[in-house]
């Protein structure tokens, strides 16, 4: 009985199983019979019409800041239109409709297309920084534009103009050559990059990472849905740029043509200043530049792109007579009371005479009085008697003619004399001793930039090679500063008396009776300094200052270059004197009414180096 009343319950429990899952399998019959044959017209078309986008979603990029944070370089959004290849049916009609609205050259889009053979389904940019009316025609026309999208793009804003442009650097389209190199580092076709100055050195911590938004769209375009990976944003970028002083360097720089300007901290070597003349304004490369821009920025014979105070190079002329003094004396040639042959207004060597700038002669000077009188005649016999591989040497060992490491692209590192170098140049016993007097005055085939110059001031000041550099943090997402890794300070090889004692003549070339720096003089404070007059074979002379201040713990170090302006006293002093003046007094500085004022009471009879 128990036997037949358990059998008759699994039984019934059978039964309801099966209808659950024939029930199951009927719902599920007529739900393929509605999506396969009642729906399938309208699903197969619903289908064709959508597809998948993949949009890339560009991160921010970095700031850059001054030192004190004040921000030097930031982003804004703006609107950038683009082409999807794969999207795209007919490209010569689109091409005739958008480049018209787009305001581009004709066969823009057909290019574009053309170029893009890998990505299909990724946009390619056609114009940036689109104006919000153009935006909306596209918009409303979207129908008859298949291929052809928008997105919003941070773009570069250089609130401060030309102000720094040639540190600064700027962005521009990612070129094809450079694509092959960075095939592995996510850049396509259209994407910005660093092309110059902070902006290409540091472009890996700048850029950020992109993001990618998925969308469906319908064959009109119109997204229907989509989800996305967000972008991170670049790093900001902290520079060693006071502002204040780079604007009163920069105020200074006005009046000269073509040359440059470099002050840096002489104890860490963080560039406090840096101009180069003429300049440009980086803004105008956030958007797309005119080819009309871009040819006349090319092909001006000033070379406004050019930054002279890296890759510009220069016969330092009376500047490395400093150089000179340090061979003599670390050699034995001189010491501090040794006094040469008598400057008679020049110095008879060989068939040839070589003069001196002042032409009645400074009669006899020791080392000291002859690097305040910036006596040629002195450093002819010191350049003959060291030789030109022996004070090659010594030019080294104080940083010349190598590359100072400085966190820019395209440094020179200039020309520092050897037997070798004469021997490639004029061929092997084609050239004279007479080169060495030549040397000795900074002038031959020495060439030096202005960088390298404010890094040999500091090392006489202090003794010690300093790395040149503007990068002093790098703030992350986190908010968290990262320091980038630096050069330690090498010392230079020379005694440190003989060091003093070039400090001292240094310091009487501002303020001394025979001086020729008065002109770079601080109110209250001591300051080191050496102009020079560089002879050109191109043109006028080049006018020179190198320096620093205040004596004997000297916080900032300074060289000027003013292209073809004549005498070192007159062009490249002032200019210096100002930038030192704002650095040691702040900006309440006292400023003298007359010219006179500014030469300690000393009268100049005549234009010195």
Request: overall charge positive; some cysteine.
């Amino acid at each position: 009985m128990v036997r037949a009343d358990l059998s008759g319950m699994r039984s019934a429990r059978f039964r309801v199983l099966m209808a659950v899952v024939l029930a199951a399998f009927l719902a599920i019959t007529v739900q393929l019979y509605t999506l396969q044959v009642l729906r399938h017209d309208t699903l197969r078309r619903r289908s064709e019409q959508n597809a998948m986008r993949t949009v890339p979603v560009e991160a921010i990029r970095g700031r850059i800041t001054d030192r004190n944070g004040v921000v030097l370089v930031g982003s804004r959004p703006a609107y950038t239109v683009g082409v999807i290849p794969a999207e795209v049916k007919d490209a010569a009609h689109l091409d005739s409709m958008v480049c018209p609205i787009l305001q581009i050259a004709p066969g823009t889009v057909l290019e574009k297309v053309r170029q893009q053979r890998q990505s299909l389904h990724r946009p390619i940019e056609l114009r940036r920084d689109a104006p919000f009316q153009t935006i909306a025609y596209l918009e409303e026309h979207r129908h008859e534009l298949p291929g052809i999208v928008y997105f919003v793009e941070s773009r570069r804003r250089y609130p401060f103009g030309i102000l720094a442009a040639h540190l600064l650097g700027y962005v521009r389209e990612v070129r094809e050559s450079q694509l092959k190199q960075l095939k592995d580092e996510g850049y396509a076709l259209g994407d910005l990059m660093g092309q110059a100055g902070v902006e290409a050195t540091y472009e890996r911590e700048l850029r950020g990472e992109k993001g990618e938004e998925y969308q469906e769209v319908t064959a009109t375009g119109r997204v229907v849905d989509s989800h996305r990976r967000e972008p991170v944003r670049g790093m900001d970028a902290r520079l060693s740029i006071d502002l204040a002083l780079q604007q009163v360097a920069e105020s200074a720089m006005d009046s000269i043509q073509r040359g440059a300007l470099v002050a840096l901290d002489p104890r860490t070597g963080e560039i406090l200043a840096l101009v180069s003349r003429p300049a440009f304004n980086p803004d105008i490369f956030s958007t797309v530049v005119p080819p009309e821009i871009w040819r006349e920025l090319n092909d001006d014979v000033e070379r406004p792109l050019f930054n002279r105070a890296t890759m510009g190079t220069y016969p330092p002329g009376s500047t490395a007579k400093m150089v000179s003094a340090a061979a003599g004396l670390e050699t034995g040639v001189l010491d501090s009371s040794t006094r040469l042959r008598p400057c008679t207004g020049g110095l008879a060597f060989g068939n040839r005479v070589y003069a001196c700038w002042n032409k009645r002669g400074h009669g006899s000077l020791n080392v000291v009085h002859a690097i305040e009188a910036s006596c040629n005649v002195f450093f002819y016999q010191v350049g003959e008697r060291v030789g030109v591989d022996k004070w090659g040497t010594y030019a080294r060992l104080l940083g010349l003619g190598q590359k100072t490491g400085i966190d820019l692209p395209g440094e020179d590192e200039g020309v520092v004399p050897s037997t070798q170098v004469y021997d490639r140049r004029f061929g092997k016993g084609k050239w004279g001793r007479g080169e060495a007097l030549n040397v000795g005055i900074g002038q031959g085939i020495v060439l030096v930039t202005p960088v390298q110059m404010a890094r040999y001031a500091a090392a006489l000041a202090t003794g010690y090679l300093v790395t040149p550099h503007l990068a002093i943090g790098f703030t992350d997402t986190n908010g968290v500063e990262h320091a980038p890794e630096l050069r330690p300070p090498k010392p230079v090889s020379i005694q440190p008396d003989v060091l003093r004692l070039i400090r001292s003549a240094m310091v009487l070339v501002t303020e001394g009776g025979s001086g020729t720096a008065h002109r770079a003089a601080v109110p209250g404070f001591h300051v080191a300094g050496k102009t020079g007059t560089a002879q050109n074979p191109h043109g006028d002379d080049h006018s020179w200052f190198v320096g620093f201040a205040p004596v004997p713990n000297p916080t900032i170090a300074i060289a000027v270059i003013c292209e073809n302006a004549g005498h070192g006293s007159t062009r490249a002093a002032p200019v210096a004197g100002a930038v030192l003046r704002r650095h040691l007094l702040g900006p309440e500085q006292p400023r003298p009414k007359k010219d006179d004022e500014m030469t300690s009471g000393h009268t100049v009879t005549q234009s010195r180096n």
